[in-house]
């Protein structure tokens, strides 16, 4: 009526079946999951060179207007010092 061998073979070709398919979905899972982190990678890539550039331009314009007026640029300075050292010694 009842036969446990079968039920056995049967629960061990179950196992080995559940093992396969969760071995094939985990290395699907990693394989997207490390596509997008290459993307997500190559999109902070291209943003920083971006960000790099900016502030290269912003340097040299920075650089450019300190050596137009230098004595505004140092009183500029002096005053966010000032205004700074204010603010650190109230905390």
């Given at each position: 009526?009842?036969?446990?061998?079968?039920?056995?073979e049967?629960l061990?070709a179950?196992k080995v079946?559940?093992t396969r398919?969760?071995s094939?979905a985990?290395?699907e899972?990693f394989e997207?999951?490390?596509?997008?982190?290459e993307?997500?990678a190559?999109?902070?890539r291209?943003a920083?060179?971006?960000?790099?550039?900016?502030?290269d331009?912003?340097q040299?314009q920075?650089?450019?207007?300190?050596?137009?007026?230098?004595?505004?640029?140092?009183a500029?300075a002096f005053?966010?010092?000032?205004?700074?050292g204010?603010?650190?010694?109230?905390?």
């Open positions: 009526m009842f036969d446990s061998d079968r039920m056995s049967e061990r179950l079946d559940v398919l969760l094939t985990g290395e899972m997207s999951s490390k596509d997008r982190a993307a997500l190559d999109q902070i291209a920083l060179t971006e960000l790099g550039e900016t502030v331009e912003e040299a920075l650089q450019g207007i300190i050596a137009d007026r230098p004595i505004t640029s140092l500029s005053a966010l010092g000032v205004v700074v204010f603010m650190l010694r109230r905390h």
